[in-house]
C-alpha cells in the first residue's frame, strides 16, 4: 500500500511565522495535493503538483505557497501564519486512477 | 459554486438499522465517484467507489447507488455499527482533468448510538 507521511501532527506557531508543512510519499506517484478540512467546509484544495517543479493553484491558493523539489516530497508553505490558517492540514498522493491517498494530517494552531 | 453536495451535515442512527448518506453533484462530465470516511484526528480513508458506467456497487455491509440522471448518489451502510460513526466525504473524479483532480463534498457526520 501506498504510505503517505506528514512529518507533524501538531504544531503550534505565532502568528507572522514561516511555516513549512511537510508530506512525503513511498511510491512514485506523480500527482500530490494538499487540502485543509474545516467544519462546515469540508475538504478544500490549496494546490497541487503533477511533476517535480510543477505546481497549479487550487481553491484557495492565498497565503500560501508549494514546493516540489523532488517527486515524492511536496512541502506546503505559510508565508507569514495568521490565526485564520489554523487548521487541519491534509496531503494526499494520487494512488490509482482516481483515488487518493491521504496522510494522517497536520492540525495547525496558529495564536 | 460547489459541484458536489452533501446537504446533510449531519445524520444519526441506530445501532443495526440503516444508514443512507445523500451525495449531488452538477457535472455531467464526472465520471468516477469515492466515498471517504475520516475519523477525527486522522486523514480520510477510501470507502468505497462506483464508475459512471454502473448504478450500483457493493462491498460488505456498504453499498453505493448512482443515479446518473438525477445526478445523484447514495451510500448505504447496514447494519450500521457505532464504528462506523465518521465524516464521510463525497468525491467525483472530472474525466475532463488531466491532472487526477477529485472534487469533495463538504461532509456528513455519521453518528452511530447504540
Known amino acids: ?111 | 459554486d460547489q459541484q458536489v453536495k452533501q446537504n446533510s451535515p449531519s445524520l444519526s442512527v441506530q445501532e443495526g438499522r440503516i444508514s443512507i448518506l445523500n451525495c449531488d453533484y452538477t457535472n455531467s462530465m464526472f465520471d468516477y465517484f469515492l466515498w471517504y470516511k475520516k475519523y477525527p484526528a486522522e486523514g480520510p480513508t477510501f470507502l468505497i467507489s462506483i464508475s459512471s458506467i454502473k448504478d450500483k456497487n457493493e462491498d460488505g455491509r456498504f453499498t453505493v447507488f448512482l443515479n446518473k440522471s438525477a445526478k445523484h448518489l447514495s451510500l448505504h451502510i447496514v447494519p450500521s455499527q457505532p464504528g462506523d460513526s465518521a465524516v464521510y466525504f463525497c468525491a467525483a473524479h472530472d474525466r475532463g482533468s488531466t491532472l487526477g483532480r477529485l472534487y469533495f463534498g463538504r461532509g456528513t457526520q455519521l453518528t452511530v448510538w447504540p
Open chain 1, 1 to 111: 500500500d501506498v504510505k503517505v507521511t506528514q512529518s507533524s501532527r501538531y504544531l503550534v506557531k505565532r502568528t507572522g511565522e514561516k511555516v513549512f508543512l511537510e508530506c512525503v510519499q513511498d511510491m512514485d506517484h506523480e500527482n500530490m495535493f494538499w487540502y485543509r478540512q474545516d467544519p462546515g467546509l469540508g475538504l478544500r484544495l490549496i494546490y497541487f503538483s503533477y511533476d517535480v517543479k510543477m505546481k497549479e493553484k487550487g481553491d484557495i491558493p492565498e497565503g500560501y505557497s508549494v514546493s516540489r523539489e523532488k517527486k515524492e516530497r511536496f512541502s506546503l508553505i505559510l508565508e507569514s501564519a495568521s490565526t485564520n490558517q489554523t487548521s487541519m492540514y491534509l496531503c494526499a498522493s494520487r494512488q490509482s486512477t482516481y483515488g487518493y491517498t491521504f496522510g494522517s494530517g497536520t492540525r495547525l494552531t496558529v495564536v
